[in-house]
């Protein structure tokens, strides 16, 4: 059984005094949509979507402040080849709302690899992902903080060729990061099983996180089968691997359902 790490899938929230940023809209997001309607606090949210399988957008038609017209969403993404941007979340949001969109006021933007200054100090830059279809990464700069967030990864590892240079690539860009939210799915046995997914080992991100000079760690998008004590062993492993390749700054956690982490 899985009680201590949830079941919801992805979404994750960042909030800073005047802003509520949103990364992904898994089922997860209900919670914070109810937490968000009954503090008031924010009216005016920014929604970036990675991709849109269904572990990471079912949470948007039951999602509370969406039936508020007295909130504006802001979401962002990018389009597939096969579906433009507009018509994919129609398609999300149609089992809540039916052919209509939803009340509260939704302003759209397409994104591609490269960086934007959404708000006045508030920098995001977006870069294509190794994962099955058209999947973006994002790293949110606010407050001082850089704060990565990158649920659906493969990283290489011992395994890359001569011509695999996404860890190389990535890596420049998240170097030095406050915060990384990764994807840790497999332990390194059932990645062997599962190489060219689209996800990595939780071995794997620790080492690109250490290597990389990132702060803290927090290794999410966990394979739906482990049970409590895989993900306890997966936590108590990854600073096992700190220790002993010497990451002295690098924090890490498996992340969970509620989890609360100051950058």
Known sequence: ??????????????????????????????LLGNELMKSGKH????LFLTHFHHDHIEGLAGFPCARDKDYTLH??????????????????FEPGFG????????????????????????????????????????????????IVYCPDSELYGEYATALQDYDEKIGAVCRGADLMFHDGRFTPDDY??????????????????????????VLVHQD??????????????????IEERGYKNLKVVVGREGLRVSA
């Not at 059984?1 to 899938?9: D, E, I, R, S």
């Not at 009216?43 to 920014?46: G, R």
């Not at 062997?192 to 760690?217: P, T």
């Open 75 to 92: 979401i962002s993404a990018a389009s597939d080849p096969d579906k433009p941007l507009e018509q994919a979340l129609k398609a999300a």
């Open 99 to 146: 052919a209509e969109m939803p009340p509260a006021k939704i302003e759209l933007y397409e994104l591609m690899e490269q960086t934007y200054e959404i708000l006045p100090g508030v920098r995001l830059s977006a870069f294509y992902a190794n994962h099955p279809g058209t999947t973006l990464a994002y790293i949110l700069q606010v407050e001082g903080r850089k």
């Open 192 to 217: 062997k099983k599962n190489r060219n997914q689209g996800h990595s080992s939780f071995i794997a991100a620790v080492d690109f996180a250490g290597k990389n000079l990132v702060k803290a760690l």
């Open 43 to 46: 009216k005016e949210l920014w």
């Open 224 to 241: 739906g089968s482990y049970a409590d004590g895989v993900l306890d062993q997966m936590g108590k492993d990854a600073n096992a691997r």
């Open 1 to 30: 059984m899985v009680a201590k790490y949830g079941k919801h899938t992805a979404c994750v929230s960042i909030e800073t005094p005047q802003h509520m940023f949103i990364f992904d809209a898994g089922s997860g997001i209900s």
